[in-house]
Nanobody, 129 residues
């Protein structure tokens, strides 16, 4: 069974940076994308970033140019580097295995639980002054 565990969340001032990590264990079809989505209180789930097995990436417009998704297959890990953080980035961030084969398809699939193979317990990111 696939398991994902996020870490790296915390509190940061606007303009600051954080790096989220996600360790993946268990079996998963290697052709699927990996990605990050976020959920803020009272707001809809938002797909943030995806990466496919060719290392193609896709991002939500709200984070383009500020966030970078990457993975290290040798360490079974997924990362999200977040720079120039804004208060509106405050949310719980989840990593997920996405039922999609390309990064662009995966970004849309992140918005629904039906599009996910598995996801972690989340890590909280709070951006405030």
């Amino acid at each position: 069974q696939l398991q994902l565990a996020e870490s790296g969340g915390g509190s940061v001032q606007p303009g600051g940076s954080l790096r989220l990590s996600c360790v993946v264990s268990g079996y998963s079809y290697s052709g699927y994308c990996m990605g990050w989505f976020r959920q803020a209180p009272g707001k809809e789930r938002e797909g943030v970033a995806t990466i496919d097995n060719k290392d193609n990436t896709d991002y939500a417009d709200s984070v383009k140019g500020r966030f970078t998704i990457s993975k290290d297959n040798a360490k079974n890990s997924l990362y999200l580097q977040m720079n120039s953080l804004k208060p509106e980035d405050t949310a719980t961030y989840y990593c997920a295995s996405v039922l999609a084969y390309t990064a662009s398809e995966g970004l849309g699939a992140l918005s629904t639980l039906e599009g996910l193979e598995a996801w972690g317990q989340g890590t909280l990111v709070s951006v405030s002054s």
